[in-house]
């Protein structure tokens, strides 16, 4: 399989859907338009891609997975509007463009992101083109909370902020960016899977580990990306965290040593998918490619 083709199919994909899904949401109109640039102003879309990803490894049609990858994405857009607030780590560009509170107003990207959050649950809770059953509807819904509330990602944010350098250590950036960043990403791969109608026990503990290790090694190469690439690259500025002082892995164990960490997270990756066979290709590229990407 050749991921770049999966990559662009399935974000094609998701993006469709996304555009479809917020013209229907449009009865404010400038919050509209805020929630839609927030959403629709490119990016990897790595979220939804795993989701499809995930749904194909336990054998399901992709598209079993479209309102899973819709989900994951609208929260993702949202988290990123609330990083980028003054209040948070005050940042004038994303994905190459001003960030929405730059573009509209600081109020109406708060509004946005609130939006797009509540969209989310809305589309897990009622929307038909999920077809499963109640119990595991619920579980979906129940995963995607605790992923992104304070026991995942906003507990991350919570802790990047109070992050200092002198009570930094590999466990504490390990917990840190396994809530901020990794949490978002196995919640990804579970929904996925989920969106089939139900799967085996081992086979979401073995997900979840994929997952688990990817999203860990998707914030190691961040770390990397921060030193080795350049703004136009990256879409945001480069060298940030460097100039803030953050923790960061090439910091902790030097570049070579966040490389080989990476290459490490890499491999126990691809150990979680060995029973899964072709079915989980793109899984295993994913996870390859988020390794070797440089942006």
Same mark, same amino acid.
């Given at each position: 399989?050749?991921?770049?083709?999966?990559?662009?199919?399935?974000?094609?994909?998701?993006?469709?859907?996304?555009?479809?899904?917020?013209?229907?949401?449009?009865?404010?109109? +400038?919050?509209?338009?805020?929630?839609?640039?927030?959403? !629709?102003?490119?990016?990897?879309?790595?979220?939804? &891609?795993?989701?499809?990803?995930?749904?194909?490894?336990?054998?399901?049609?992709?598209? %079993?997975?479209?309102?899973?990858?819709?989900?994951?994405?609208? +929260?993702? *857009?949202?988290?990123?509007?609330?990083?980028?607030?003054? @209040?948070?780590?005050?940042?004038?560009?994303?994905?190459?463009?001003?960030?929405?509170?730059?573009?509209?107003?600081?109020?109406?990207?708060?509004?946005?992101? /609130?939006?797009?959050?509540?969209?989310?649950?809305?589309?897990?809770?009622?929307?038909?083109?999920?077809?499963?059953?109640?119990?595991?509807?619920? %579980?979906?819904?129940?995963? #995607?909370?605790?992923? +992104?509330?304070?026991?995942? !990602? &906003? *507990?991350?944010?919570?802790?990047?902020?109070?992050?200092?350098?002198?009570?930094?250590?590999?466990?504490?950036?390990?917990?840190?960016?396994?809530?901020?960043?990794?949490?978002? +990403?196995?919640?990804?791969?579970?929904?996925? @899977?989920?969106?089939?109608?139900?799967?085996? $026990?081992? %086979?979401?503990?073995?997900?979840?580990?994929?997952?688990?290790?990817?999203?860990? @090694?998707?914030? &190691?190469?961040?770390?990397?990306?921060?030193?080795?690439?350049?703004?136009?690259?990256?879409?945001? $500025? %480069?060298?940030? /965290?460097?100039?803030?002082?953050?923790?960061?892995?090439?910091?902790?164990?030097? #570049?070579?040593?966040?490389?080989?960490?990476?290459?490490?997270?890499?491999?126990?990756?691809?150990?979680?998918?060995?029973?899964?066979?072709?079915?989980?290709?793109?899984?295993?590229?994913?996870?390859?490619?988020?390794? $070797?990407?440089?942006?």
């Amino acid at each position: 399989m050749q991921i770049q083709e999966f990559l662009t199919t399935r974000k094609s994909q998701v993006e469709k859907l996304l555009a479809e899904l917020l013209n229907s949401q449009n009865s404010a109109p +400038i919050l509209h338009d805020a929630m839609t640039y927030a959403v !629709m102003n490119g990016g990897k879309r790595l979220r939804p &891609v795993l989701a499809y990803a995930s749904a194909k490894a336990v054998g399901a049609d992709e598209s %079993q997975a479209d309102i899973a990858a819709c989900a994951v994405e609208l +929260i993702h *857009a949202y988290s990123l509007i609330h990083d980028d607030l003054p @209040a948070m780590d005050d940042d004038a560009l994303r994905r190459g463009v001003a960030t929405c509170h730059i573009k509209f107003d600081e109020a109406m990207a708060i509004l946005a992101g /609130d939006a797009l959050q509540s969209y989310a649950f809305e589309l897990l809770a009622g929307s038909s083109r999920l077809k499963v059953s109640q119990e595991i509807r619920l %579980q979906m819904l129940t995963i #995607l909370a605790k992923a +992104i509330g304070a026991t995942g !990602m &906003v *507990a991350g944010q919570s802790l990047d902020l109070q992050a200092s350098s002198s009570d930094s250590n590999l466990e504490s950036l390990a917990t840190l960016h396994s809530l901020k960043t990794g949490a978002l +990403i196995t919640a990804s791969v579970q929904l996925g @899977a989920l969106s089939a109608g139900g799967i085996e $026990q081992a %086979q979401f503990e073995l997900l979840t580990r994929y997952a688990k290790a990817i999203g860990h @090694a998707f914030q &190691v190469q961040d770390d990397i990306l921060d030193i080795e690439s350049d703004t136009a690259t990256l879409g945001k $500025q %480069q060298g940030k /965290d460097r100039e803030l002082g953050k923790v960061t892995y090439p910091v902790l164990l030097g #570049l070579d040593g966040a490389r080989q960490k990476a290459q490490d997270l890499y491999e126990e990756a691809n150990d979680a998918l060995k029973t899964f066979g072709e079915n989980a290709e793109a899984l295993r590229e994913i996870a390859l490619y988020i390794v $070797q990407r440089k942006h």
